[in-house]
């Protein structure tokens, strides 16, 4: 039997317990922060293909990169390099900003 996203990370019931609400709320954070990590990227690309109307094959060809790593960078399957990310970036007349976190999230782990 398969389970959804959504049954694996609900925690609704923890919050009735004063102890475990704490500890659902930060494990929701951090599921939320992994899944952004993973699939964040590939996500905005497989979005901005598609509003350029570019199939995989013809990204891939503008990127320099094969169709089956597009596909699995969009699944966030994908660790890319950076030379890889900047070169789709470019193809889909992107540019990568980069920005300090003034706060990060607490998830319970220090440095």
Same mark, same amino acid.
């Given at each position: 039997?398969?389970? =959804?996203?959504?049954?694996?990370?609900?925690? =609704? $019931?923890?919050?009735?317990?004063?102890?475990?609400?704490?500890?659902? &709320?930060?494990?929701?954070?951090?599921?939320?922060?992994? $899944?952004?990590?993973?699939?964040?990227?590939? &996500?905005?690309?497989?979005?901005?293909?598609?509003?350029?109307? /570019?199939?995989?094959?013809?990204?891939?060809? /503008?990127?320099?990169?094969?169709?089956?790593?597009? @596909?699995?960078? &969009?699944?966030?399957?994908?660790?890319?390099? $950076? @030379?890889?990310?900047?070169?789709?970036? @470019?193809?889909?007349?992107?540019?990568?900003? $980069? &920005?300090?976190?003034?706060?990060?999230?607490?998830?319970?782990? @220090?440095?």
């Amino acid at each position: 039997m398969t389970r =959804s996203y959504k049954d694996v990370v609900d925690t =609704s $019931y923890m919050l009735a317990d004063p102890d475990l609400k704490k500890f659902a &709320e930060g494990f929701a954070a951090q599921v939320e922060a992994e $899944y952004e990590e993973v699939f964040g990227l590939g &996500e905005v690309i497989a979005k901005r293909r598609e509003e350029l109307a /570019l199939s995989q094959t013809a990204l891939a060809q /503008l990127a320099e990169i094969t169709q089956a790593d597009l @596909s699995r960078l &969009e699944q966030g399957k994908l660790n890319p390099t $950076y @030379s890889t990310i900047k070169r789709v970036m @470019s193809a889909l007349q992107l540019r990568m900003v $980069y &920005e300090r976190e003034e706060q990060a999230p607490n998830l319970g782990i @220090s440095a």
